[in-house]
């Protein structure tokens, strides 16, 4: 593990309570005023915009921008696959623009995939970006901080009539046609502290700019979960159309045949019921993943590491050893941290399979609605009027 990933790791235990002392105090203190000052700049942002001080940009095609207002995991590279998949689907030309998160690859617009063929490795494109590119065939993958000129390229090199804005809630430069926010029912709204002190990146009174709240993982939460987010929404915004979903396991990979082709290698899932799996995994909801797999009764050692993790081959190595010192008859991992695994590691002789955990989104109470507002917004053709951009 890396300084800037002990660091996240040492945080996030700091802003969930779990370290105590003097010095946890004093930092926690620090965080709660870093968090005053960002509230305030977050708020002043958005007045700016709202009221055109600061001016969005529009594409020439229809902007669904997925988004969250905590910061790490609830699901939403599998629901941008799913949703990119739907509307692709659905005979509309799609593309998914992705900022990249902690890519090697530098540039203004990067083209993970064509639709046809994947241009960057899992390093170069970021562990999200690759894999939606490796997950949906036919659909463009672009990365780039400026999701304006990524946007702008979609539209004229791809001639796509839809772009799904991954991870947009907060990059409101770019104006869009539908807003949906995803919100964790394992872990609703963190520790409902602002960054730096929590984990929103807005004060949930902004949950009243999304057109849509789609509910991921309910099945693994309570009722009173889903109950509270329901409540939160009916005081910050009534109007939104909310959609409950499930992720749904589809089975295990080996890993080299996964990298060889994710669609036609998946066993079904029961086949680890009873096995003894070391479970690794570097997301920003772990407990997910391996409630995943208590649930397919495998019986499982659990390993995290920081999200976005990377993996070197001695870090694999140590972690078969440990299997194999404990007893474990294989490894199991998600599909985000497969594509970060060295390839020397993959093709390597192991003592012990690696299996891929494959799930996919699937939603439940709500669905028909809010797929109708999804075809309805796309319906409406490209936008008539562009906005000058700031």
């Known amino acids: ?22 010095i946890a105090t ?38 669904i921008s997925l988004g969250n207002i905590t910061v790490g995991g609830t699901g939403k590279t599998p629901t941008a696959q799913k949703l990119a998949a739907a509307i692709r689907d659905r005979g509309f030309k799609v593309a998914v623009l992705n900022r990249g998160y902690r890519s090697k690859w530098r540039g203004d617009v990067g083209v993970v995939s064509d639709g046809k063929n994947i241009y960057m490795t899992a390093g170069e494109a970021g562990d999200e970006a690759y894999q939606l590119a490796k997950n949906l065939p036919g659909i463009p ?39 949906i926010v995803l919100i964790d029912a394992m872990n609703i709204f963190g520790n409902n502290y602002l960054l730096p002190r929590g ?6 009174h902004n949950l009243d700019r999304a057109d849509a709240v789609l509910l991921t993982k309910v099945d ?3 009722a009173e979960a889903v109950g509270t987010i329901r409540s939160t929404l009916a005081c910050y915004n009534a109007s939104a159309v909310v959609v409950e979903s499930v992720h749904s396991p589809q089975g295990f990979s080996e890993v080299e045949n996964w990298y060889k082709d ?30 995943t797999l208590t649930d397919l009764q495998l019986d499982i050692i659990a390993v995290r590491y920081p999200d976005h993790y990377d993996y070197a081959m001695s870090e694999m190595q140590r972690l078969m050893q440990q299997a194999v010192d404990a007893g474990a008859q294989a490894l199991v991992t998600t599909e985000k941290d497969a594509v970060k695994i060295p390839a020397e590691f993959i093709h390597s ?27 309805s917004v796309i319906a409406q053709g490209p936008p008539q009027k562009e906005e000058k951009a700031e």
């Open 1 to 22: 593990m890396n300084l800037r990933e002990a660091v996240t790791a040492y945080l996030y235990k700091l802003v969930h309570d779990e370290e105590r002392g003097a």
């Open 26 to 63: 004093l930092l926690l203190a620090l965080l709660g005023a870093l968090s005053l000052l960002y509230g305030w700049a977050i708020s002043l942002r958005l007045f700016l915009y709202r009221h055109s001080v600061l001016q969005q940009h529009r594409l020439p095609c229809r902007v």
């Open 141 to 179: 993958v672009l990365i780039g901080k400026n999701r304006i000129l990524s946007g702008q390229y979609a539209s004229e090199v791809f001639q796509v009539d839809v772009v799904i804005l991954d991870d947009g809630y907060q990059h409101w430069k770019l104006a869009r046609d539908f807003d």
């Open 199 to 204: 984990t929103l990146r807005e004060p949930l």
């Open 220 to 222: 693994q939460s309570g």
């Open 262 to 291: 994710a669609s036609t290698a998946i066993l079904p899932p029961d086949l680890l019921r009873g096995v003894k799996a070391l479970a690794f995994s570097g997301i920003g909801n772990p407990s997910s993943f391996e409630q």
């Open 349 to 375: 002789h192991r003592p012990l399979p690696l299996y891929v955990l494959t799930i996919e989104v699937q939603l439940t109470e709500g669905a028909a609605e809010f797929m109708e507002c999804v075809r």
